[in-house]
């Protein structure tokens, strides 16, 4: 059984700062690629960033040169750092990893999701 579970969402003013983390528990042989979506009220899930085992990065050009995801591998952990916050990125942050439980089983997993509001 694999859980992902994210923290971190709250209520921000515009242009302020939140560290979203999701750590990943339970039977894992190891971890592929890990990420953050977001879904907004009436919109569809979106890609936000994403992050290779080896490190490489991708980014929705939305939030180029405001996010960055990190992960930490030896605690199966992927943060987001979201820096100049806007009101459009509120949204219900959901993260997702590619996990193998086992060497030759692999799963993809979400988190609940933990809400972000950007408001003043």
């Known amino acids: 059984q694999v859980r992902l579970v994210e923290s971190g969402g709250e209520l921000v003013q515009p242009g302020g700062s939140l560290r979203l983390s999701c750590a990943a528990s339970g039977t894992i042989f190891s971890i592929n690629n890990m990420g953050w979506y977001r879904q907004a009220p009436g919109k569809q899930r979106e890609l936000v960033a994403s992050?290779?085992?080896?490190?490489?990065?991708n980014y929705a050009d939305s939030v180029k040169g405001r996010f960055t995801i990190s992960r930490d591998n030896a605690k199966n952990t992927v943060y987001l750092q979201m820096s100049s916050l806007k009101p459009e990125d509120t949204a219900v942050y959901y993260c997702?990893?590619?996990?193998?439980?086992?060497?030759?089983?692999?799963?993809?997993?979400w988190g609940q999701g933990t809400q972000v509001t950007v408001s003043s």
């Open positions: 997702t990893a590619q996990i193998w439980t086992l060497p030759t089983r692999r799963g993809d997993y």
């Open positions: 992050i290779t085992s080896g490190g490489y990065t």
